[in-house]
């Protein structure tokens, strides 16, 4: 699986947009891009994927780049509640081992008032 | 949809007792996961179940370890004998294949003294 790299950590004012960028270098054509986060003390939320379009839903908007090397998740306007531990996740489409989210480290962001 | 149910939430227990972890996955999802949270190895994936069937055990920790999926509503994690080493919050999760969505219960935090 592609490795992905992500800042360990960010803050960002409430009401503010919050930008969490990820590196996925090594991508290939066949792999997602998916994003969970891990709010303290809970389980890990899906918040959104995506192939190589940009996507939006109610929770987020995701934007990949052309080379698909890189991706940034956005929170367009950020709350307390979104404090947490977000993780950007590379798997393949199909194939045999497409079950599997590796989680790495992640980046905690912490939304200040 | 009540979500993913662990029970129970919180365990205590002494060196080289038997503990069992329970999950509910949500009606209609066919495959169940297993992951094991600490600060050291981060978020790990343990096994995972499709259609009640052990697919991929492989980050079983070792023989102490064993889970069962005898239907398609309830899955189970047993230690034993368990050691302190094994202190962690365990995750269970579970998926509609079609979606490719884990949806994560609210884990099971185990302490062993």
């Known amino acids: 699986d592609a490795k992905t790299t992500q800042p360990p950590s960010m803050d960002c004012a409430e009401g503010r947009a919050a930008n969490l960028p990820c590196n996925h270098s090594?991508?290939?054509?066949?792999?997602?891009v998916y994003w969970y986060r891990q709010i303290h003390s809970q389980g890990p939320q899906y918040i959104i994927h995506g192939l190589k379009n940009n996507e939006t839903n109610e929770m987020a908007s995701l934007i990949i780049t052309e080379d698909r090397k890189s991706s940034t998740l956005i929170l367009p306007h950020a709350t307390l509640r979104d404090t947490a531990v977000y993780y950007c996740i590379v798997r393949p489409k199909s194939g045999g081992s497409n079950y599997k989210l590796t989680f790495g480290k992640g980046t905690l962001l912490t939304v200040n008032p | 949809d009540a979500g993913v149910i662990q029970s129970p939430r919180h365990e205590v227990t002494e060196m080289g007792q038997e503990v069992t972890l329970r999950c509910k996955p949500i009606?209609?999802?066919?495959?169940l996961f297993w992951y094991r949270q600490t600060m050291m190895r981060g978020l790990e994936l343990l096994i995972y179940?499709?259609?009640?069937?052990?697919?991929?055990d492989s980050g079983m920790p070792e023989d102490r370890f064993s889970a069962k999926m005898p239907n398609a509503s309830f899955s189970t994690l047993k230690i034993q004998p368990s050691e302190p080493r094994d202190s962690a919050v365990y995750f269970c999760?579970?998926?509609?294949?079609?979606?490719?969505?884990?949806?994560f219960g609210p884990g099971t935090r185990l302490t062993v003294l």
């Open positions: 179940f499709n259609n009640n069937v052990p697919i991929d």
């Open positions: 999760a579970s998926r509609w294949d079609h979606t490719d969505t884990q949806y």
């Open positions: 090594t991508i290939s054509g066949n792999e997602y």
């Open positions: 009606s209609g999802h066919n495959s």
